[in-house]
């Protein structure tokens, strides 16, 4: 949704990370790919993604802006929620990069409120128009 | 948000569309404007909004599918309130859109309250990362 505004480099390395989003609970629910493969057109990667080590440790210095650093923290908390579940492992994963990316606690809440809103609005998208 | 739902020729009848609802309330808001350009961008069909034809009318038949429908009408609503108010003449060009399409009227309230929480969780990022 906010994929824009990632450089090409970043957006290969943010597909790294969603591919980690997905399988952090250990389930890969059809909402999470379906918003996935969303993201992939978006970014104008359809066809042409690579599919990454889920296991491999992400170069996070790509993301060398805090606005890069914030789009990819609210992507991967919308991956994480789009379900309709926020598993104890995928909020494990959203902290551990909230720390790392330095988003101080408000930007965290501000963050998950608009993960809320963007996550409900698919699934209601989703639930009509199908 | 919602373009991945439409084919090549549906994208550019809507970025039209689009292209009316931004002027008709009199005034095109950046908020308005930068949406659409991000819509652009996501159709491939360019940056340049000089490119933009407006239209307030739709080929019948055009977007047969309700999916495309649903996206149609979810994002010129999201343009519309993108700015925090809705003008009777926004209004009135979504009203005769859902009346062509031959939405119900609960469709209709449901793709208001998908618009409010893409809206919101647009405005919401705009808001934290400028």
């Known amino acids: ?130 | 948000m919602f373009l991945h739902l439409l084919d090549d020729s549906q994208k550019r009848a809507f970025i039209a569309l689009a292209g009316n609802m931004v002027t008709r309330d009199g005034r095109a808001d950046s908020i308005e404007v930068a949406y659409l350009k991000r819509l652009m961008i996501e159709s491939g069909l360019g940056r340049d909004l000089g490119d933009i034809s407006s239209s307030d009318s739709v080929e019948p038949g055009l977007f047969a599918s309700r999916a495309a429908q649903c996206a149609v009408i979810a994002e010129l609503l999201i343009i519309s309130i993108l700015d925090g108010t809705y003008d009777d003449g926004e209004a009135a060009f979504a009203d005769s859109l859902v009346d062509v399409f031959g939405l119900s009227s609960s469709d209709h309230a449901e793709l208001c309250r998908i618009a409010e929480d893409a809206a919101g969780a647009l405005s919401k990022m705009q808001g934290l990362v400028g």
């Open chain 1, 1 to 130: 949704m906010f994929l824009h505004a990632l450089s090409e480099q970043q957006k290969t390395h943010f597909f790294d990370l969603a591919q980690q989003m997905i399988v952090a609970d250990d389930m890969v629910a059809e909402p999470e790919v379906a918003y996935l493969d969303r993201l992939y057109w978006e970014a104008g990667l359809v066809g042409r993604a690579g599919l990454g080590d889920v296991e491999a440790a992400v170069d996070l210095s790509i993301f060398d802006s805090l606005k890069a650093r914030l789009v990819v923290t609210v992507e991967l908390l919308i991956i994480a929620i789009v379900d309709g579940e926020y598993h104890p492992k995928e909020a494990e994963y959203a902290n551990a990069m909230v720390a790392q990316f330095g988003i101080t606690p408000d930007q965290h809440a501000t963050l998950c409120s608009i993960a809320e809103n963007a996550a409900q609005a698919l699934v209601d998208m989703r639930n009509l128009a199908d």
